[in-house]
């Protein structure tokens, strides 16, 4: 055995290691971005909860409320209200999404508190992301107790200007959940569907189209009179078409699995292709703009854990994006995954209709042509 | 120089640089129409730069290249129709079968159904692939590669074949395989076909007219007998010796037939119009003079000697000298 022949492959690896920025990047850069991503995408406080107030009774005591709301606004900011006149509203923007919850204050409430005779409050909670609503609840509880014991607890030891309720009987929450409950496995299918999409894309828009550049596949296609645009967007349907398939066929066996209910539902089917259409051109859209001036077959192998982390996690698939910090916020704006995530969970656990989806799809098409576009303006039809 | 009739290709004035690197200098040049013309020079010599521009593959720097009447910088499309391109890496899909190589290309070049399933087992019976047709390209030999990629470069008719090194890397059975190919293909059709090579006897074999291309200029073109009868001498005795003197060359010049003399590598190159009486010569003035022959041999000129005589240098030594020249520029 000879020192200088294993010195001499030590030192073969390290020269080729420090001249690929690729593995450079997964071997260090990597596990430090996965610390970050993971260590505040999950178990955040979550914050800024879109909730619909119906006030139906426009009294001293129904304004204590929303003023009550006002102060949990301003100080932790758990809950974002927004006012609705009709309760019906109020619950069609609950069940698309656009409000996590609905408190309504029925027209007799303040009567009701005045005799004492069981005045009551509804919360009707979207309970498709348990996160989420456990917090409202968790709020609005305490503000019921809290008005029940006529005490203000984000000012201790002062008192509202607006009189207290009678303390006799109880104001009483009543709590309606929209839908049947919804088990962890079902809220994290909609990010595996997500997921097999972002996988086939990876392989098909990543690895696969990097190789055949670097084995010179790609030049016996450019002789040819194939425009670059023609080239682009076959790739990209051709991508599409394969990531359609992955998400229909996790969709179905994940669905099973889940026990998603009503799963053959044909309208819903038809969303479901809508969404699924929109994610994998939007996603292999995306790899190919990453991947429009790659030559390294490494590049794409070492992003895949980097992009995995960077665009599965902040899209909300397995904890809301309002738990949040604000710079994961910004990705997850950006992120087509969360688009997807959220229609499908829309689909799957609400099954919302195309109300509940279409700026989901409208963002994952404008998105789409963008970066088709782009790929196309990167992409060098010349070697 | 204008476009005419006879000429298939016209080269004008083309420069291509890579950052401070020139890796084709002021180059021009004419192929006929129907001819087989081969750019022969070592690796790194710029004759793969010169085909991809040729091929509109990538922008020359200056200057430009009408193929088949279009220009490659103003109509490169009417290029692309016109030609069929065999670049010099393989590239056909491993991942298809030989016939769905084939048809993939067809459509690219707007075929329709009809010329498709009438020319696509044309193509692979002229090529030796009929009973490999519909087999995975990923299990073929390089040569059976090559021949399935100059079908499909033919797929669309082209008036101009395009050929990297077609036999770079290929065993000797899969070359004379490919070589036969090309000459089948120069009788049955008026089609032009451009290689490049670094093999001289490919050259010599195939061509009809050979530009020699070196550290990216042109420095002869002509046909090989042509080429051959520029070298002085008719013949060419290589010989080594154990200890010359210093004036060992300019002697050996005094010689009957002797029209020059060369060194490369430590081995002498004597072009004489009389090889046998020039060795006889040598050997008695070797004697004499007390000077060790190690090797002597007698030959008729080949095309390694016209490019020994233009460049100085032998294709062997000029192919590891250029590769490392034409390199450098990618580490800066």
């Known amino acids: 055995m000879k020192l200088q022949r294993i010195s001499a492959i030590i030192e073969r690896d390290m020269r080729k290691f420090f001249r690929s920025p690729a593995l450079m990047m997964s071997s260090m850069i990597f596990p430090l971005m996965q610390l970050i991503v993971l260590g505040y995408a999950f178990g955040g406080k979550i914050k800024g909860i879109k909730v619909a107030v119906v006030d139906q009774d426009h009294s001293t005591a129904s304004r204590d409320i929303r003023q009550r709301f006002d102060a949990v606004m301003a ?30 204050i029925p027209p007799e409430y303040s009567r009701r508190v005045e005799q004492g005779n069981r005045p009551r409050i509804a919360f009707i909670e979207d309970n498709t992301d348990n996160f989420v609503t456990s917090e409202v609840l968790i709020r609005m509880q305490s503000l019921v107790q809290d008005l029940n014991q006529g005490l203000n607890p984000f000012q201790p030891g002062q008192r509202l200007s607006v009189p207290t309720p009678r303390l006799n009987p109880l104001i009483d929450l009543q709590v309606v959940e929209l839908y049947p409950y919804i088990e962890y496995i079902k809220y994290l299918l909609s990010g595996s569907i997500a997921m097999s999409i972002f996988i086939v894309a990876m392989i098909g828009g990543g690895i696969t189209f990097i190789d055949d550049k670097s084995r010179g596949l790609h030049e016996g296609y450019l002789v040819t009179p194939i425009k670059k645009s023609e080239l682009i967007l076959g790739l990209i ?72 982390t960077l665009l599965y996690f902040p899209s909300g698939a397995i904890y809301p994006v309002e738990g949040f910090p604000p710079w994961l916020r910004w990705i997850s704006y950006i992120d087509p995954f969360t688009y997807a995530v959220h229609a499908l969970k829309a689909l799957l ?24 576009g782009l790929s196309v303006a990167f992409f060098k039809r010349q070697i | 120089m204008n476009h005419t009739e006879t000429n298939a290709i016209e080269v004008l004035k083309l420069v291509k640089r890579f950052g401070d690197f020139v890796a084709v200098k002021d180059v021009s040049f004419a192929v006929h129409t129907g001819e087989i013309f081969g750019l022969l020079g070592p690796n790194g010599a710029g004759k793969t730069t010169l085909i991809r521009m040729m091929t509109t593959l990538t922008p020359p720097t ?30 056909s899909d491993p991942e298809l079968t030989a016939r769905e190589n084939v048809l993939i290309h067809a459509k690219l070049y707007g075929l329709s159904s009809a010329q498709r399933q009438k020319l696509i087992p044309q193509l692979l019976e002229s090529v030796g692939l009929t009973e490999f047709a519909d087999k ?28 990297d090194e077609p036999t770079t890397g290929l065993d000797p059975v899969s070359r004379t395989a490919v070589w036969e190919m090309i000459n089948k293909l120069k009788e049955s059709a008026s089609l032009t076909i451009l290689l490049t090579t670094h ?99 007698v030959q008729g000129t080949t095309l390694d000697d016209v490019f020994l005589y233009y460049t100085g240098r032998q294709l062997r030594d000029a192919a590891t000298e250029t590769v490392k020249y034409d390199t450098n520029h990618l580490y800066k």
């Open chain 2, 136 to 163: 995975l390209v990923g299990s073929f030999s390089g040569g059976m590669r090559r021949r399935l990629e100059i079908a499909r470069g033919l797929v669309h008719s082209p008036k101009i074949l395009f050929l």
């Open chain 2, 62 to 91: 200056s200057g430009t290249a009408v193929v088949a009447g279009h220009d490659v910088i103003t109509d490169p499309d009417g290029v692309r129709h016109a030609i069929g391109v065999i670049p010099q890496a393989l590239t």
């Open chain 1, 349 to 372: 656990l609400k099954n919302t209709g195309f109300e509940g989806i279409y700026t989901d799809v409208f963002v994952l098409l404008g998105f789409s042509f963008l970066l088709v």
């Open chain 2, 199 to 297: 093999y001289m006897d490919e050259a010599d074999r195939l061509c009809d007219r050979i530009a020699i291309v070196d550290h990216g200029q042109l420095v002869a073109l002509d046909t090989p007998i042509k080429l051959k009868d520029s070298v002085p001498g008719t013949d060419i005795v290589e010989a080594e010796f154990g200890n010359p003197p210093a004036d060992w060359n300019a002697t050996l010049e005094k010689l009957a037939g002797v029209a020059s003399v060369t060194s490369s590598d430590g081995v002498t190159h004597i072009a004489s119009n009389n090889g046998p009486l020039t060795v006889r010569e040598l050997m008695d003035l070797a004697r004499d003079r007390g000077v060790a022959v190690r090797h002597v041999s």
């Open chain 1, 75 to 104: 100080g932790p900011r758990t809950l974002e209200i927004q006012d609705y006149s009709s309760l019906s509203d109020a619950v069609v923007d609950l069940r698309t999404g656009f409000v996590r919850a609905v408190v309504y």
């Open chain 1, 237 to 308: 349907f051709s991508g599409a078409i394969k990531g359609l398939m992955a998400g229909t066929t996790i969709t179905i066996i994940g669905g099973l699995i889940a026990g998603i209910d009503r799963l053959w539902d044909p309208v819903r089917l038809l969303y479901l292709g809508i969404v699924l259409g929109t994610t994998s051109v939007a996603m292999i859209s995306f790899m190919f703009l990453l991947m429009v001036r790659v030559s390294d077959p490494l590049v794409p192998r070492a992003m895949f854990g980097v992009l995995n």
